[in-house]
């Protein structure tokens, strides 16, 4: 039997989380977009949510609790809805973190898993994505080529959450000269590592306020023990299903934000004499978002219970991601079109939540789920 209901459990986790999306995410969001920077105040208290902790085994000083995709899911939505920039900078470690939980061997968990359990805000990174405008991770173009019990990296990753500021990062790099997800491995790169060049990216028309960066490696000299996962490596497609439902959770939130700014506002103003949310073309539009929510969720919920079950959920990871890119969108600018002209206005957050929205949907790996 299929169940729709989330258990009490899952329940209490949603209201916990939306919760604190409501009350330190969501007035914070414009201020911090203008400002393109997050306030510390809120990594702090992201981080004593224990999202990150909740991760991370015992033996790391973590409280590592039963993994689950669904709860994942669930509660990166929550924090879609206050404010996707907030978010990604809170879940950005879990892009360093889950990674080595899920592949790491016991002495990479140890020796790299212990910084992020403590009580202060941890920077971690993912070096993923590449400047080529049709990213596929199985074209990967960065390499690494293999060198006697050393691995040499060459490439640039772009858009890196943190990669200015993480001690460490994960390089996804092609280590075989054919294209494909059996080609594609995971190392551990020190920030300052010789060959290795960051610098900050700019110009970015959303997720303004999470700092990200390029970073350029030129024969950069890995040892083997710093391979994820050591010489079993990774399995990169459970490690994409994961990246695909966090930025598929997170478009979810933000179109799901607009929607409920939206319909308080359609069935307050007035223009020729009634409610604009009488008129047919703004109800049949507010009809769209609703089933639009409801069909990404239900994409996405469907994908992490596969992935939950261990069975192969690359295919339904990818429908869920591919739909949510195309209706994320079209959910935030409907609902700025509701407002009109108005909804334009910088005042507003319609026109962030669109821009958010667009960035989340092109945007591989801000966060796992």
Not at 38 to 44: G, N, W
Request: with cysteine; glycine share 10%; charged share 20%.
């Amino acid at each position: 039997m299929i169940s729709f209901e989330i258990s009490e459990e899952q329940q209490l986790i949603r209201d916990m989380i939306r919760s604190f999306a409501r009350e330190e995410l969501a007035p914070r969001a414009r201020e911090s977009d203008e400002a393109g920077e997050i306030p510390q105040e809120v990594l702090d208290a992201g981080w004593e949510l224990g999202l990150i902790n909740a991760m991370i085994p015992e033996t790391c000083d973590g409280s590592r609790a039963e993994r689950a995709a669904i709860n994942s899911v669930i509660l990166l939505e929550e924090l879609g809805a206050g404010c996707a920039s907030q978010a990604t900078a809170i879940m950005a470690p879990s892009m360093f973190v889950q990674p080595l939980v899920d592949f790491g061997t016991q002495g990479q968990q140890l020796e790299y898993l212990c910084s992020f359990a403590g009580g202060d805000y941890c920077a971690g990174a993912l070096g993923l994505h590449e400047s080529q405008m049709t990213f596929d991770p199985a074209a990967m173009q960065t390499t690494a080529s293999r060198d006697g019990d050393s691995w040499v990296l060459n490439g640039e990753k772009r858009l890196v959450a943190y990669g200015e500021q993480a001690a460490h990062m994960l390089i996804v790099a092609r280590t075989g000269d054919a294209m494909g997800l059996d080609n594609v491995e995971a190392f551990i790169v020190r920030r300052d590592a010789p060959g290795v060049t960051i610098g900050a990216e700019s110009g970015r028309q959303g997720l303004k306020p999470v700092p990200m960066a390029r970073v350029a490696l030129k024969n950069v000299r890995v040892d083997g023990a710093n391979q994820l996962g050591g010489a079993d490596g990774i399995d990169a497609r459970v490690m994409m299903n994961s990246i695909r439902l966090g930025g598929a959770a997170l478009a979810l939130g933000t179109a799901r934000a607009a929607t409920e700014y939206a319909i308080p506002y359609a069935c307050e103003r007035e223009a020729f004499g009634e409610v604009i949310a009488k008129k047919q073309a703004i109800a049949f539009m507010l009809a769209d978002m609703h089933s639009d929510i409801e069909a990404m969720r239900w994409m996405i919920w469907k994908a992490a219970s596969i992935v939950d079950q261990g069975a192969d959920a690359t295919r339904a990871t990818t429908l869920a991601r591919n739909y949510v890119q195309r209706h994320a969108l079209r959910v935030t600018d409907d609902a700025l079109q509701v407002f009109g002209g108005h909804g334009f206005i910088r005042d507003l957050p319609l026109e962030m939540w669109m821009r958010n929205a667009r960035t989340l949907t092109i945007l591989e790996g801000p966060v796992a789920a």
